[in-house]
């Protein structure tokens, strides 16, 4: 009851936000520079007037068919020398005309439709990995994506019902009420406006209560779907702890709530419905009965009364279509208002304007006097400074939650520094594009999380056209080659979502493969070993090495003894820098670094 009441509360602002989408709508209906498209939605529009016009002229062939029928000639003499036959012919012609219309208008508007739904995609997709890591890690995988696949498929739907369900709606509306204006009298107009008027009030009334318990239930159905992926994506961890009963129970308890709002939904559909039959019927019969009592004291005709009855049928048609669509539209908005909120979700770095592409002469990396907190309540780096020759290896170590990673994902760009400079042979990462700096750096981290494709797909993806014998030369390189030669697929086998069907060693490998591929002059090697097992920590640790050769490498490292040969280890505590020198030097000062090494090796010994 309180959801209920919270989603009242939020009514306006989605009628509010409704207009909104409906502008950000329209220029895909009427896009600039795109005349194709403009033709086809003006042909498609001369389609739907020409189906209305033959719609509210069909009943006249009806009423002439039955009069001539009666040995009565009400029609005009060109009509009328057609016979009851061939009106009846007639009147079956402008139906199937009716239809046609409407056909060849969907045909032609469909491309619009369809264009329109792939652009929105598009647009959506690439916006997506266009925000923020610190929007990618608070998400939700699942909501995210029902919130992208509902607002999408709306895109379609509300294209065609602004265009074709609205206005054509009201014209064929007044072009039937002003026929039985002319044709009878006022009281039939009145009758007609009065039900109109009731339908809609009452459908609308009813379809805004009714939106409050759809937009509840597709809260539920977001937050159900949600579970259900997050639960399948962490499938060994529910294996760990063997929760597959709480996971269930978990799940189930959304989906309760879920049924119990589409079961409000479907119970108020059902209320909608008689109401709407209930008005629209009561209309029909005073219209038929004025109609009956006409005939009886002379005043119309029998095809008079059956042309009243076929005007009014093809009334209650549309009129519940307006029940449909409306529900539709609304929840159309509903849903895409939910894309567009996604869709203006600001990404928090971005390029300057006219940014430059960076130009990497050799690969030196400087951060001076670099602020950083993901928190501004929480610092996480106090003024690090740190000069990273070019061609140098450096090793950054320190406990968890020192800084370590965080430095890392400076140099990626995927956060902007909160006070100093980081900087690539004397650039500001901020003063050059994005895409720039991203193709410069190669990254092997310490899970590599890989496509549920090939073998091959997931090594290429290093490099945008690569040839299979420059994926093969960087496998070899990696030390995989042989291994993905002994599968049955070769190159074609699928790793699996996650790379699951691979081991952690063999995951490793085909990362380094892949960022081989790439050639990145920096490399940042974040504790790319620190998930493996011993042995092959140190089979990996020979091809890292190799890869490192000619670039300049920056380590983040859990186990010191990966990193001894380093030219610099950095020592991080609390975003500090407490101690820089080499393996020996450091040793020989018996500070911090000696101290994690001592304590390292003691463990290693247990």
Do not use: C
């Not at 001539?68 to 009147?91: N, S």
Request: a neutral charge.
């Amino acid at each position: 009851m309180r959801r209920l009441a919270k989603t009242e509360a939020n009514l306006n602002n989605d009628q509010v936000s409704g207009m909104r989408v409906i502008r950000k709508v329209m220029p895909y209906l009427w896009p600039e520079g795109e005349t194709g498209v403009r033709v086809r939605v003006v042909l498609a529009v001369a389609m739907l007037v020409l189906a209305k016009v033959v719609a509210v002229t069909t009943p006249l062939f009806y009423k002439w068919a039955v009069d001539r029928l009666g040995a009565e000639a009400t029609g005009p003499a060109f009509f009328m020398a057609m016979g009851a036959v061939g009106l009846t012919v007639a009147y079956g012609m402008a139906r199937l005309m009716n239809v046609g219309f409407q056909q060849l208008r969907d045909v032609i508007f469909t491309p619009v439709g369809q264009r329109a739904l792939r652009k929105l995609a598009h647009e959506t997709f690439t916006h997506i990995h266009r925000l923020s890591m610190r929007y990618h890690i608070t998400r939700k995988t699942g909501g995210l994506s029902r919130i992208i696949e509902r607002g999408v498929k709306g895109v379609e739907f509300l294209l065609r019902f602004l265009l074709f369900s609205i206005g054509p709606l009201i014209l064929e509306l007044l072009m039937i009420m002003g026929i039985l204006f002319f044709l009878f009298d006022f009281s039939y107009l009145a009758v007609v406006f009065v039900t109109i008027g009731l339908y809609v009030w009452f459908t609308f009334k009813v379809t805004e209560w009714r939106v409050k318990i759809r937009k509840v239930m597709n809260e539920q159905d977001t937050d159900a779907n949600q579970k259900a992926i997050d639960s399948l994506l962490n499938f060994e961890t529910v294996k760990y702890f063997g929760a597959e009963t709480r996971e269930a129970e978990r799940y189930d308890v959304a989906m309760k709530a879920y049924q119990e709002a589409a079961i409000k939904t479907n119970y108020s559909l059902a209320f909608l419905n008689f109401g709407q039959s209930f008005l629209i019927t009561t209309g029909l019969v005073v219209v038929m009965v004025l109609a009956a009592m006409g005939v009886q004291n002379g005043a119309l005709t029998v095809g008079d009364f059956v042309m009243v009855n076929a005007y009014m049928i093809q009334i209650t048609m549309p009129l519940n279509f307006l029940g449909t669509v409306y529900r539709e539209i609304r929840q159309a908005l509903i849903d895409m208002g939910d894309m567009f909120d996604l869709l203006e979700q600001p990404a928090e770095v971005i390029d300057k304007t006219n940014a430059p592409a960076l130009r990497v002469d050799g690969g030196r990396v400087r951060l001076e006097n670099v602020h950083f907190g993901y928190d501004p309540a929480r610092p996480i780096l106090n003024g690090v400074t740190l000069d990273v020759a070019a061609g140098q290896t450096v090793a950054i170590v320190g406990s968890s939650g020192s800084g370590k990673s965080t430095i890392g994902r400076l140099l990626f760009r995927f956060y902007d520094v909160t006070d100093g400079t980081l900087s690539i042979d004397g650039q500001d990462v901020r003063d050059v594009t994005q895409s720039s700096l991203h193709a410069q750096i190669g990254v092997v981290p310490q899970d590599t999380v890989l496509f549920n494709d090939t073998v091959r797909y997931n090594i290429a993806y290093g490099r945008a056209g690569a040839t299979q014998a420059q994926v093969e030369d960087a496998a070899r390189a990696a030390s995989i080659h042989d291994f993905i030669m002994s599968l049955p697929d070769g190159y074609d086998t699928t790793v699996g979502e996650r790379g699951l069907k691979l081991s952690g060693g063999e995951k490793q490998r085909v990362g380094i493969a892949r960022t081989l591929l790439k050639n990145p002059p920096i490399l940042l090697l974040d504790e790319a070993t620190s998930a493996l097992d011993t042995e092959t920590e140190m089979e990996i640790q020979a091809e890292l090495k190799a890869m490192g050769q000619g670039r300049t490498v920056i380590t983040i490292a859990h186990r010191l003894s990966t990193i001894a040969d380093a030219d610099q280890i950095v020592v991080l505590e609390d975003g500090v820098i407490v101690e820089q020198g080499q393996h020996d030097d450091l040793l020989g000062r018996d500070g911090r670094y000696a101290h994690l090494w001592n304590r390292q090796v003691e463990d290693d010994a247990a």
